[in-house]
């Protein structure tokens, strides 16, 4: 009995330093972004990385996010949270206002642009496939030593706003 528990006690151990690293450093973010700027659609990108980062957004909650969410004069966004969590209007904050109004404009251009989904890929609404994809993609393009997916910007959402003053017993 005692075999089988240390047997388990070191599958654990070994799990857990398998998974590797679950967030990105500030610089590594801003290298993400960057990389997403580089890409064939990257006013959207940027914008989809920066807000899922900004504002903490599961994948779910990002391909949701609709037009009418999103109030450009007060500068807040609604965040339709998934998973009983509480939605609310969140800030937004100069530069992400910037990197929305650059993708508004060039949306108006599509044909299907009357969608009431804010991000959209070539054949409609974004999925959440595209964006795993998509994160996968921007990291390698990043030159990141990992493989990153969309769920790091939301854990790595905590160290920017600690890092931004905020309590996180709060967040």
């Known amino acids: ?4 528990k240390r047997t388990a006690a070191k599958a654990t151990k070994a799990t857990i330093d398998d998974r590797g690293k679950n967030f990105l450093t500030e610089a590594e973010m801003k290298r993400f972004l960057e990389a997403a700027r580089r890409g064939r659609h990257g006013v959207r990108d940027h ?3 920066l807000l899922t980062y900004r504002h903490g957004l599961r994948v779910s909650e990002l391909v949701d996010v609709r037009i009418k969410d999103l ?4 500068g807040r966004l609604y965040v339709r949270r998934k998973k009983g969590s509480l939605s609310t209007h969140q800030p937004v904050e100069g530069d992400e ?3 929305i109004r650059a993708y508004l404009r060039e949306r108006e251009q599509r044909s299907d642009a009357r969608s009431p989904y804010l991000f959209l ?3 409609g609404p974004m999925t959440r496939q595209a964006i795993n994809y998509l994160a996968k993609a921007i990291g390698e393009r990043a030159r ?11 854990h790595s959402t905590g160290y920017y706003l600690a890092n931004q003053g905020y309590d996180t017993r709060l967040v």
């Open 144 to 154: 990141l030593r990992f493989r990153v997916h969309p769920h790091m910007l939301r």
């Open 47 to 49: 914008l989809l990385m």
């Open 97 to 99: 206002l910037r990197a």
């Open 121 to 123: 890929s070539e054949r």
């Open 71 to 74: 109030d450009l004069e007060t």
């Open 1 to 4: 009995m005692l075999n089988v």
